[in-house]
């Protein structure tokens, strides 16, 4: 499995994450604290400085609450330039809304009124890193990654 940090995400297009997406398994449902990278016009000249004004003020990444050997969870995102930690989702395997292969499903829309029309999904790209598409209800809106333990190398 090939090593993928932030900076190589981020010059990826939409079409090479979609690729990657499609081709990689859900991987084990994660546990603890994850660092997020937003891929917002991935590929693009401005990819880069947009994944550091998300991550200063807006989404740092996810702190997952999955028990070893459980098959469901569930997480809180690490948001706002005051580094809050809110907005509840429930993680579970599940289908994909791109191609109905497995994925995990970072589920919004029962547990939280803010982010009720959100719903995310990761597949493991590579060890302690994973890839996933963010949904405004069955909308694709971005991609995202997120990098567990010492996966980050962009800082």
Known sequence: MPNYDPASLL????????KLFAGSPPGPLPNGEAQGTA?????SS?????AKLVNIFAWQGKVFDVPAGANEGTL????????????LAKVYLGDSLIDKKPC????????????KHIRDEIRNIAP?????????????????ALHFGNARTDD
């Open 104 to 115: 995990i499903v970072l589920d919004y829309s029962k547990t939280s009124l803010v982010a």
């Open 46 to 50: 401005m990819s880069h400085e947009i």
């Open 128 to 144: 302690d890193i994973y890839l996933g598409p963010v949904y405004w209800d069955s909308k694709k809106l971005f991609y995202f």
């Open 76 to 87: 809180v995102n690490h948001i706002s330039v005051f580094g809050i930690k809110a907005i």
């Open 39 to 43: 891929l917002i016009d991935p590929g």
């Open 11 to 18: 010059k990826m297009t939409t079409a090479d994450l979609d």
